[in-house]
């Protein structure tokens, strides 16, 4: 795992930014593994800047993204279809018809599940993935307690990320109970990933992973056991005594 410090989050976007950009380049016809949530949305920013100022061309690129809330239709407004398409999506030149998410709104979940999964494993693997982190260490959403070997499933949403994610809800209790999401064997089937995470709130997420221990009870410390990922944090999320006394 490699660490990499920038001074501010507008660094870190600008860094992520320049990772995607110089894949889609090398390799036009790229898979993208995307994430929602506040860390990328400056990252999405500069793809939209970029793509505008006539640079990269992302008329072949298919995207996965991680999860969908259990409930919303694609077309409510905090969907991670809408984020989606909101931030990205209806900016730049990406056809819809090669940009997957899971649909929450689907009849029989299970199934979706298992069709998410065929997506993944026929579309996929990503070239890179992108990735947050949340405070208990979840990524995408899978839970503290998520088993390694997990595919698409759907979890219960703890009440501390329910908590976290209010603020962009009219109320707690609107914030969706359930989500859909990538399990942590297919976030580990991607090729390269790039976990982002910024601000004082991520400093002691960020300073777990760093320790290096693997504990299903810490689900990002499942990156460990994947040969090609690159943290990029800012300053205020990276605990510098904490990191630097680890060595690993
Ligand atoms: P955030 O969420 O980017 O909104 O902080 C990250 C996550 O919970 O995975």
Known sequence: ?????????????????????????????????????????????????DYKVGGTDYSKVSTINLDEYVGLS??????YHMF???????????????????????????????????II??????????????????IGFNEPGSSFEGQTHIVELKESTRRANARLFSSIEEVPKQAITM??????????????????????AIGQLLTGKIDEQFPASALHLHPNVTVVVDELAYNRQISEAITY
Do not use: W
């Open 183 to 204: 399990g942590i064997k297919s976030i580990l089937y991607s090729k390269k990933i790039l976990l982002l995470a910024s601000g004082e709130k991520k400093k002691e």
């Open 121 to 138: 494993n026929t579309i996929g693997p990503p070239d890179l993935l992108i990735l947050g982190i949340g405070e208990n260490g979840h």
């Open 84 to 118: 989606m398409k909101e931030n990205l999506f209806s900016l730049v030149n990406i056809a819809s018809r090669n940009t997957y998410i899971p649909d929450g709104k689907a009849k029989h979940l299970e199934e979706e599940c298992k069709r998410y999964d065929r």
């Open 1 to 49: 795992m490699k660490i990499i410090v920038k001074d501010n989050y507008k660094g870190l976007s600008r860094f992520a930014a320049e990772c995607i950009q110089k894949q889609v380049q090398y390799n036009p016809g790229s898979v993208l593994g995307l994430a929602t949530g506040s860390t990328p949305l400056g990252l999405y920013e500069r793809l939209v800047q």
């Open 74 to 79: 694609k077309t409510h407004p905090q969907s």
